[in-house]
Structure formats: C-alpha cells, structure tokens
C-alpha cells in the first residue's frame, strides 16, 4: 500500500545524513516542517539524489542563488518569505532552476499563482510518496536526461545503466550482453549474498539451460575486466558455501 505524505512525520525519524559525494542529482529542499523535511530529504536520498535542505525561504533563495540544483522543492507555507516570493525572487534572479511546488492549500488560484511566478509543478499535501518521486525524476530528467541510479560508481569503474556503457579509468570497457545483465544485477543487490541458482534464474531466465558453473565463469569475466586485482576481488566477492556479493 502506498505511503501518505502529510505535514508531519513519526518521531522516530532521525536527522538526515550529511549530502553524499555521490554524482546524483542535486536537489534543494525547502520546507520548514522539520518531519517531514527529513523525512523527504532520507527518502529522495536513498533514491540517489543529493539532497540539500533549507528551513526559511530567506535560506532557500540564497542556496538556490548560490548554487547549482537541478530541481528545488518549495513549500509555500514558509516563515517570513512565502514559497510564492521566494520563487518569483528566484526568476528576477535569473535561476531557472524548475521548481516542484508543495503546498496544503487545494484552491485552483493557489496552483495557478505559483505556475505564473514561474514554478514548473505543483503538488498539494497530503501526496503519495511515489507521486513526489515520479513527479521529482521527470524534472530532472528533462532538465539533465538523466534520473538517479542510471550512472553508478565503485572504484574506477563507471557503469551507465541508461546507455549500457561500462568505463573504467575512463577507457570504455567491452562487455558481453550477459556480462552486463550480470554486473547490473550485482548492482541492484550489492551488499546481498545471492546464489547460483538465484543469479541463473534472474540473469539466464528459469528456461534457461546453463549450469552454475557459468554464473562462475561469467563472473571470472567481470573480475577481469572490472577488478584492479582479479584474483583478490574488492567488489565481487566469493561467499564460499553460498554464491557471490557485490560490495562498493
């Protein structure tokens, strides 16, 4: 069942990490509502966004003007500068950073008022969860073409889900259909001990007809090409007795 997101959030919620060095897109976050500024800022993280926050309108225009985001999300409601002002401020400015407006108020003039100053979507509280998502990846999409999670990083090597290219040290790295299908899969377990027979099904397909010996030898494969050292693997990791791990 979908998550509702209200004006508030349970207390167990702890305060968000510091932004990670990751190379996701860099989202602002400005809302003053404590819970669920750090509520959303954890979810949007764990989704691969680096996520910065501001409490104040004042704050938020003045990291939205300072630095580079590829979306901000404004609430209106906001102590001494609305959302309204902040993001007509932001366009006299010259930031055309798009702008995901949140508001509680339901009144079509509301809506309407923010799109003319300049906002580029509008989402009413109470939302579901994965209406914010979906809303927040098509704005960065269609301002960098790219979501979170199509470039992912480990060592020196550099994997393009989107445009299955693989490089490391920058230099492109040739791999097999399967060996991609292999190392995309290790990345959407990685820190998961996965069995043979789990990777066969996943990778090959349950009609398939190789043994787990390939999964072995596929994975011999990506740890040439992929590992400083093959034989001490860093990233993909033998748990003997049970399968394999990726690890980054």
């Keep these: 069942m979908a998550s509702t997101i209200a004006t508030s959030a349970p207390s ?4 968000a990490a510091a932004p990670s060095p990751s190379t996701g897109p860099r989202v602002l976050l400005v809302e003053d509502n404590q819970g669920l500024r750090l509520t959303l800022s954890d979810r949007l993280g764990s ?24 979306l901000v999300i404004l ?14 401020e932001m366009r006299e400015r010259g930031v055309q950073t798009p ?9 079509v003039a509301d809506r309407v008022k923010g799109l003319k100053l300049g906002a580029d979507d509008y989402l009413t509280k109470p939302f579901e969860m994965a209406e914010l998502s979906a809303r927040v990846e098509a704005r960065v999409r269609s301002r960098t073409g790219r979501a979170p999670g ?4 480990f060592g020196t090597v550099e994997v393009d889900l989107r445009g299955t290219q693989v490089r490391r040290d920058g230099v492109p790295i040739a791999l097999s259909s399967k060996e991609f299908r292999l190392l995309r899969y290790f990345l959407s377990r990685r820190g998961v001990t996965i069995g043979r027979h789990e ?3 996943e990778v090959w397909g ?10 072995d030898v596929h994975v011999a494969w990506l740890r040439r090409k992929l590992e400083p050292h093959p034989s001490r693997p860093r990233f993909i990791l033998t748990v003997h007795g049970h399968g394999y791990k990726f690890v980054a």
């Design 12 to 15: 167990e919620w702890l305060p």
């Design 47 to 70: 989704e691969g966004y680096q996520v910065q926050t501001a409490s104040t309108g004042e704050e938020g225009l003045t990291r939205a003007a300072a630095d580079a985001f590829d």
């Design 75 to 88: 609430d209106v409601m906001l102590p001494h500068r609305n959302g309204f002002e902040v993001c007509r």
């Design 99 to 107: 702008v995901l407006m949140l508001t509680a108020c339901r009144q």
């Design 150 to 153: 199509d470039l992912c990083r």
């Design 199 to 201: 990777i066969l099904d």
């Design 206 to 215: 349950r009609d398939a007809m190789p043994t787990a010996r390939t999964v």
